[in-house]
């Protein structure tokens, strides 16, 4: 299975290990998956919430809102997942060794999306070596946003 739909397809779970824009994590949790993101502070679930408004509906100066109202949030968790499926990363390759090795593999990811760029030999020799199916060049909001896995819960603002 190296199709990367039919992978998203049948993930539920995505851990983020940085991203392009907040789209990413937007397209993501509408459709239907399960995201956390991580840094170096530690994990967070992303959730989508109405983005704050001025009481009249106007949005908020310099909230974080994405298209149809809706903004992402990050909220840090005491403990990160317990098990992902994949993992889309939007690092340095030469993170990428790392990365695999503290979230990847303890967590049981089958896939490594190297979102939005080319991996190089030393890239699939690691995920070869981990028995991770490698995707790359392709961005993962755009796959998701073809899927559409069902609605996204979302928050109060």
């Given at each position: 299975?190296?199709?990367?739909?039919?992978?998203?397809?049948?993930?539920?779970t995505i851990?983020?290990?940085?991203?392009?824009?907040?789209?990413?994590p937007?397209?993501l949790?509408?459709?239907?998956?399960?995201?956390?993101?991580?840094?170096?502070?530690?994990?967070?679930?992303v959730?989508?919430?109405?983005?704050?408004?001025?009481?009249?509906g106007?949005?908020?100066a310099g909230?974080?809102?994405?298209?149809?109202?809706?903004?992402?949030?990050?909220?840090?968790?005491?403990?990160?997942?317990?098990?992902?499926?994949?993992?889309?990363?939007?690092?340095?390759?030469?993170?990428?060794?790392?990365?695999?090795?503290?979230?990847?593999?303890?967590l049981?990811?089958?896939?490594?999306?190297?979102?939005?760029?080319?991996?190089?030999?030393a890239a699939?020799?690691?995920?070869?070596?981990?028995?991770?199916?490698?995707?790359?060049?392709?961005?993962?909001?755009?796959?998701?946003?073809t899927m559409r896995?069902?609605?996204?819960?979302?928050?109060?603002?």
């Amino acid at each position: 299975m190296n199709d990367p739909v039919t992978i998203l397809d049948a993930a539920t779970t995505i851990l983020l290990v940085d991203w392009p824009n907040s789209g990413v994590p937007k397209a993501l949790v509408e459709s239907g998956f399960t995201v956390y993101g991580y840094s170096p502070g530690g994990y967070s679930m992303v959730e989508l919430a109405e983005a704050p408004s001025d009481g009249e509906g106007a949005p908020v100066a310099g909230a974080a809102t994405i298209d149809r109202g809706a903004t992402v949030q990050f909220r840090l968790v005491d403990a990160g997942p317990t098990a992902i499926d994949l993992v889309c990363v939007y690092r340095p390759l030469s993170e990428l060794e790392s990365i695999v090795e503290q979230h990847a593999v303890p967590l049981g990811a089958t896939a490594i999306w190297l979102q939005s760029q080319e991996a190089t030999e030393a890239a699939r020799e690691i995920a070869a070596e981990h028995g991770l199916t490698l995707i790359e060049s392709l961005d993962i909001a755009d796959a998701a946003r073809t899927m559409r896995k069902g609605p996204p819960a979302r928050k109060p603002g």
